[in-house]
């Protein structure tokens, strides 16, 4: 019944990661949802936005970085590897730092 269609627009969320003091550690970060799913994350560079299911990572800092309301895992990967994984719980409205 086209009456009850039901257009759900999840809520945006920011947050950003910052372990300068050990810049070396990760290169890369990827958000999973609550079934373990990749999620879209964007981050803006100026006139430029990088989309995609991981936003890399330089010199132990990332910008602001969009993920939905869905995000539930953090992971941290360096190269192929696996080096982190952090329970996320991240608040429409503001930016959440994660200092590792």
Not at 77 to 85: A, S
């Amino acid at each position: 019944d086209p009456t009850d269609l039901e257009i759900v627009i999840p809520v945006t969320c920011k947050f950003r990661v910052d372990f300068a003091d050990h810049p070396e550690w990760a290169d890369r970060v990827v958000v999973l949802d609550e079934t373990e799913t990749p999620i879209r994350l964007s981050e803006s560079y100026g006139l430029f936005i990088a989309v995609g299911e991981e936003i890399m990572i330089t010199e132990g800092r990332s910008g602001v970085i969009e993920a939905d309301e869905r995000a539930r895992t953090l992971l941290l990967y360096k190269g192929e590897e696996l080096v982190d994984r952090r329970r996320l719980s991240l608040q429409p409205g503001e930016v959440v730092t994660i200092d590792l």
